[in-house]
């Protein structure tokens, strides 16, 4: 089983990449920027900004969005590289609306779909 630390992403010249070449997508309270996994693997990166709020609240968002996204790896097809920004500030947020958000770009990057497999008899 792979530890929390091996989804992380590896260094900062990997931000720079994905924020240079990665597609955008958006949710109400999160936006994500993202490119195919050059190693094979999905790695992340949440960025909650200290404009937003304290260092409580970033490690709030942090602490919430980490279990969200490492549990969708293993329905992943295509391993992707993702930054993942919070966009709400502390006095809009609530683990609930980041959950929400999680789970629109799940749908939107086609993640946790059930692939149909048809039976040959």
């Known amino acids: 089983m792979a530890t929390l630390r091996s989804f992380r992403l590896p260094s900062q010249p990997a931000y720079r990449q994905i924020s240079a070449q990665g597609k955008f997508i958006r949710a109400s309270s999160l936006s994500m920027r993202w490119i195919e996994s050059p190693d094979g693997f999905c790695r992340f990166c949440f960025v909650a900004r200290k404009k937003n709020g304290n ?33 709400d500030n502390a006095k809009e947020m609530t683990p609930e609306r980041l959950r929400e958000s999680a789970e629109k770009l799940f749908r939107k990057m086609e993640w946790g779909k059930v692939k149909d497999v048809e039976k040959s008899e």
Do not use: D, E, T
């Open 55 to 87: 260092a409580v609240y970033r490690n709030k968002c942090r602490r919430v969005l980490r279990p969200l996204f490492f549990g969708m790896v293993p329905s992943i097809s295509k391993p992707v590289w993702a930054m993942i920004f919070v966009s």
